[in-house]
């Protein structure tokens, strides 16, 4: 109570959360008078959505969907060709409930991006879904795959890693994490969750976008030459300049990113099914073996 009171008087709030160190720090010049000092306010990029509402949330996703798939409902529906595959979404939102409900704080973002690469490239296929309203199930943007994912180049990624050099996508949840600026301008790091993907931020596979006038990813030029397929990256999720903030104000710092498979892209592709060996990461401390000795130098 005491060192409440203390903080109190020197104007610091004694319970507030510190200033996150991985949001993009900018300095800017000022004149010196602390009465024109900006007054810092913590800002959230997203709303927080409490998990003891997340079982009405999913029921409320799933009706968007029919109840059950027959010949009558497909003849009498109209095609949603960008509608995030429900399996895909089913797949999301166990992952969020395992790794934010009941393995993390109980809170977490109202909004999860969900990224179907099932699809061709060409295609949209990454989705911000919000859990309250079920909004962007419809509205997914372009996003590249890793180009070691992809050796035919024919615009699927057949294959998926996480191997340092692999330049591989990878499958699995992940947490959003800081903003920072490299070769490609302003990016966003990444946590991978899972096994599948839990060597992202040593693999530096991150978010980001490009420069226009720069070879890579959706140039259009560079599209059109290569007939009609967009460039591929080196296993980071690269989306359009005019995307890169909005897609950043919904995974920093905390956000939740899940790229998976959708069962109606890989049925359609007609190609067999990508495999990633669900083979457990290797942690330092594991590849220290300790064996009975003899006792002896």
Known sequence: ?????????????????????????????????????????????????????????????????????????????????????????????????????????????????????????????????????????????????????????????????????????????ARGGELYRGRNGLSLRLDGLDPSNSSMRQRDIVVHSYAPERRRYFNYSLVSARGGKPGTSEGCFVVEPHRRDWLYDRLRDGGFLYAGLGKEGLAQRGKPVPVQPAVAPQSAFQQVLFRQGTGTD
Not at 11 to 24: D, L, N, T, V, Y
């Open 1 to 173: 109570m005491y060192r409440n009171a203390i903080y109190a008087l020197l104007g610091i709030a004694a319970f507030a959360s510190p200033a996150s160190a991985q949001s993009e720090i900018i300095f800017a010049p000022g004149t010196g008078d602390p009465a024109t000092a900006p007054v810092m306010q913590p800002v959230l990029a997203y709303k927080r959505f409490a998990c003891t509402g997340f079982a009405e949330a999913k029921a409320r996703l799933t009706q968007h969907y029919p109840a059950e798939v027959t010949e009558a409902s497909i003849a009498t529906t109209a095609p949603l060709p960008q509608r995030l595959d429900r399996s895909l979404l089913n797949e999301a939102l166990a992952s969020y409930e395992k790794h934010v409900c009941r393995w993390g704080s109980g809170a977490g973002p109202s909004q999860i991006v969900v990224v179907d690469f099932a699809k061709r490239s060409s295609e949209p296929r990454l989705y911000v879904v919000d859990l309250e309203s079920g909004h962007g199930l419809d509205t997914p943007i372009v996003v590249a795959h890793g180009i070691g994912s992809d050796p035919d180049d024919d615009g699927f990624a057949d294959a998926f890693g996480d191997v340092q050099d692999s330049w591989m996508s990878s499958l699995g949840a």
